[in-house]
């Protein structure tokens, strides 16, 4: 099987460590780690303005954010695994082309950039031209990765993004979309829900 798979949130733990430098840097109240997730920003509008977490995000993203990031724990395992069963894996991400050097680094560092066929990041021409430089556009994404699926005859992709795995799944292709706090209402014929790197082993068999 050829699968494509997201890395924020999927191979990358993001969120949580997005929300608590952002939580610091305004002086917000977060809830559980259970509960911290994407959705919250869209309940801090009043308290930010988007000026602001653009800065913030541009900042933090310039940084050494992507690099410091820790990779789920069972992560290395299963795709090794997976590959061993013959599987194709290939990265795509909607992160910047830009940040080509630093996420190739970040995977050889963790020891799984050699399980990949192929690591894709957005090109510039598949961005908005007309959305705020470096805001989260899930919509040029979900067309990015749809397209790429295509290309490369996906039959399936592990992704978190609501808009992304409806996109895709309507495409044709069989999303494992894992469990975040801020999916939980999308369902699809084509969807399983996974609570993580073993349950996606479960699935292929592996
Ligand atoms: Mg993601």
């Given at each position: 099987?050829?699968l494509g798979?997201?890395?924020?949130?999927?191979?990358?733990?993001?969120?949580?460590?997005?929300?608590?430098?952002?939580?610091?840097?305004f002086?917000?109240?977060l809830?559980?780690?259970?509960?911290?997730g994407?959705h919250?920003l869209?309940?801090l509008n009043?308290?930010?303005?988007?000026?602001?977490?653009?800065r913030?995000?541009?900042?933090l993203?310039?940084?050494?954010?992507?690099?410091?990031l820790?990779?789920?724990?069972?992560?290395?395992a299963?795709?090794?695994?997976?590959?061993?069963a013959g599987?194709?894996?290939?990265?795509?991400?909607?992160?910047?082309?830009?940040?080509?050097?630093?996420t190739e680094?970040?995977?050889?560092?963790k020891g799984?950039?050699?399980h990949?066929?192929a690591?894709?990041?957005?090109?510039?021409g598949?961005f908005?031209?007309?959305?705020?430089?470096g805001?989260?556009?899930?919509s040029?994404?979900?067309?990015?990765?749809?397209?790429?699926?295509?290309?490369?005859?996906?039959?399936?992709?592990c992704?978190?993004?609501?808009?992304?795995?409806?996109?895709?799944a309507?495409?044709?292709?069989?999303?494992?979309?894992?469990?975040?706090?801020?999916n939980?209402?999308l369902?699809?014929?084509?969807?399983?829900r996974v609570?993580?790197?073993?349950?996606?082993?479960?699935?292929?068999?592996?």
């Amino acid at each position: 099987m050829k699968l494509g798979i997201d890395l924020d949130d999927v191979i990358a733990v993001c969120a949580v460590p997005y929300l608590r430098k952002f939580a610091q840097e305004f002086g917000v109240e977060l809830p559980d780690e259970r509960e911290i997730g994407w959705h919250l920003l869209a309940s801090l509008n009043e308290r930010v303005s988007p000026a602001d977490r653009d800065r913030f995000r541009i900042k933090l993203y310039d940084g050494t954010f992507f690099a410091d990031l820790d990779i789920y724990p069972e992560c290395p395992a299963v795709l090794e695994r997976m590959v061993e069963a013959g599987h194709d894996l290939f990265f795509v991400t909607a992160r910047a082309e830009r940040r080509r050097m630093t996420t190739e680094t970040w995977l050889r560092e963790k020891g799984i950039l050699r399980h990949a066929k192929a690591v894709h990041l957005k090109p510039m021409g598949d961005f908005n031209p007309d959305w705020p430089r470096g805001r989260y556009d899930p919509s040029s994404s979900a067309e990015y990765k749809a397209r790429l699926a295509k290309e490369l005859r996906l039959d399936a992709f592990c992704e978190d993004d609501v808009v992304i795995a409806k996109t895709l799944a309507s495409a044709g292709v069989r999303v494992f979309l894992f469990d975040q706090p801020w999916n939980r209402e999308l369902a699809h014929e084509r969807i399983s829900r996974v609570a993580g790197w073993s349950a996606v082993a479960e699935h292929l068999g592996v």
